[in-house]
C-alpha cells in the first residue's frame, strides 16, 4: 500500500508537529493548541504500537485506533504515542498531544460571552481535531515506515517463533504510570507473542506465574490495558490465544496493572467518563487488614468505565457495573463485578458498597456463595 494512502486514511494533512499559535490568535492558528492541556482532565490514554508487527501494506489496525480515539477521547485528555521495540525490550515515545475539546459545563459559559477582536474558542474545536488526528497519524506513520517488512517476515510460525520482549518493552515505560496520579488507559496494539528469558506464550505456564513486577523490578499502577492484534501473525499454535490471555493476565496483574480486554478486535467501549473517584480501601480478608485502591471512572448514565479494585498481596481485577452519586454528601450506591476474582478463585466476584463520596462500606463476595469478605473506604484521593 502506498504511503500517501496510509496518510490519507489517518486524516494527516501534513506531516509532524506544527508550532502551536496562541490560542486567541483568529487568522494564523495552524497547529494543535497546546492550552486544551491545561485543563482538569479524568484520564490519561497512552498507544503502544509494535514495531515487530508492521507489514507493509497493511493500515487496517491504525485507522481502527484513529475511530476509536475520536469516539472515547474525553476533554483536554493527553494521548501518548509509543513505539514497542520487543526486539531490544525497549520503548519511545513519539508524539503526545491533548484532545481539543471541553466539557459540557464550560462550552455553555463561552457560547454566551461576547467576543469582538478575537474568536469564539467554540468555532475553533472541529479545526483542532483535524489538528490533532492529522498529528496523530503522523506519529503512527513514522512507526510504520520505520519498521515495516514484507507481510512474510511478519508472520510468526509458533513451531520456531523470534525472541520478543514485549514485558520488558512496557516495563521500560513504567515511569509514565509511576508518575501519574489519574488512571491510564493503555491500548496496545500488539500480538502478545511473548519470548524471552521471562517466560513463553507459546509453551505451557507454571502453576505458579512468576512475580513478574517483582522480578522487572517496575509496576505499571494506575494503568488499565486493553489490547487488539493477539496472536494475528501467529500461525501453527490453535491454543496461542488461551495461554496467551492466561500469561499477559498474570504478568499485568503482577505488575500492578489491569486488564480490561485482550483479543483481536479493539473492544474499548464508547462511554464517556464525566465524573473520577478514587478511595484508599481496606479488605478484612482472613481475620487481617489488607490495604488496597478503588478507582471509578462514572459516564454520564452511571455506567463504569477503565474502572477497578486492587487489594494488595490478591491483584486487581477490573470492575464493570454502575455508581449512582448525585453529590458529596447524598447517598451513594456501587453495584459492580469484578472480571476475575481477587479474594477468591472464583471467575468473578460482586462488590456491592453504600455511603457517601466521602466514605463507603459493604462486601466483596461470590455469587451464590457464603464467601464474602468486609470492605471499606477511606478518604477519598483528591
Not at 13 to 21: K, Q, R, S, Y
Not at 160 to 165: A, C, D, M, V
Not at 179 to 198: F, G, H, P
Not at 291 to 311: F, H, K, P, T, Y
Request: hydrophobic share 40%; aromatic share 8%.
Amino acid at each position: 500500500m502506498p504511503i500517501t494512502r496510509i496518510i490519507a486514511l489517518l486524516a494527516i494533512v501534513g506531516a509532524g508537529n506544527l508550532l502551536c499559535a496562541p490560542s486567541w490568535a483568529l487568522f494564523d492558528n495552524y497547529g494543535l493548541d497546546a492550552s486544551f492541556c491545561q485543563q482538569p482532565t479524568l484520564r490519561s490514554t497512552v498507544v503502544y504500537i509494535d514495531d515487530m508487527m508492521m507489514a507493509d501494506g497493511q493500515s487496517e489496525w491504525a485507522t481502527k485506533l484513529a475511530a476509536k480515539l475520536r469516539a472515547t477521547l474525553t476533554p483536554g485528555e493527553r494521548v501518548s504515542v509509543v513505539r514497542l521495540s520487543p526486539a531490544n525490550g525497549q520503548s519511545k515515545e513519539y508524539w503526545s498531544g491533548c484532545w481539543p475539546d471541553y466539557p459540557a459545563a464550560r462550552k455553555a459559559t463561552l457560547a454566551n460571552q461576547t467576543y469582538i477582536l478575537q474568536q469564539n474558542p467554540l468555532d475553533r474545536i472541529a479545526d483542532q481535531k483535524k489538528y490533532f488526528i492529522r498529528d496523530l497519524g503522523a506519529a503512527v506513520t513514522r512507526i510504520y515506515l520505520d519498521s515495516k517488512r514484507p507481510p512474510q517476515a511478519v508472520s510468526i510460525p509458533a513451531a520456531s517463533p523470534p525472541q520478543k520482549q514485549i514485558l520488558r518493552a512496557l516495563a521500560s515505560d513504567e515511569g509514565r504510570f509511576s508518575d501519574s496520579a489519574t488512571t491510564i488507559r493503555a491500548i496496545v496494539y500488539s500480538d502478545l507473542a511473548e519470548n524471552s528469558d521471562l517466560g513463553s506464550v507459546f509453551q505451557p505456564g507454571p502453576a505458579d506465574p512468576p512475580a513478574y513486577g517483582q522480578r522487572l523490578g517496575s509496576y505499571l499502577r494506575h494503568g488499565v490495558f486493553y489490547d487488539y492484534g493477539m496472536g494475528q501473525d501467529v500461525h501453527g499454535d490453535p491454543a496461542f490465544p488461551e495461554r496467551a490471555r492466561a500469561f499477559w493476565n498474570a504478568a499485568l496483574r503482577s505488575m500492578a496493572a489491569t486488564v480490561i480486554g485482550l483479543g483481536a478486535d479493539l473492544n474499548v467501549p464508547n462511554t464517556l467518563p464525566i465524573e473520577a473517584y478514587t478511595w484508599p480501601v481496606t479488605l478484612a480478608f482472613d481475620s487481617q487488614p489488607l490495604d488496597g485502591r478503588l478507582s471509578l471512572l462514572v459516564g454520564e448514565d452511571g455506567n463504569l468505565v477503565d474502572s477497578s479494585l486492587g487489594i494488595s498481596r490478591l491483584g486487581s481485577a477490573a470492575l464493570s457495573g454502575t455508581f449512582k452519586c448525585a453529590d458529596q454528601n447524598t447517598a451513594c450506591r456501587l453495584e459492580a463485578e469484578t472480571a476475575t476474582g481477587i479474594a477468591t478463585s472464583a471467575p468473578s466476584e460482586l462488590l456491592s458498597l453504600r455511603g457517601t463520596a466521602k466514605a463507603l462500606a459493604g462486601k466483596l463476595g461470590v455469587r451464590g456463595q457464603n464467601t464474602t469478605f468486609a470492605l471499606k473506604t477511606g478518604e477519598p484521593d483528591d
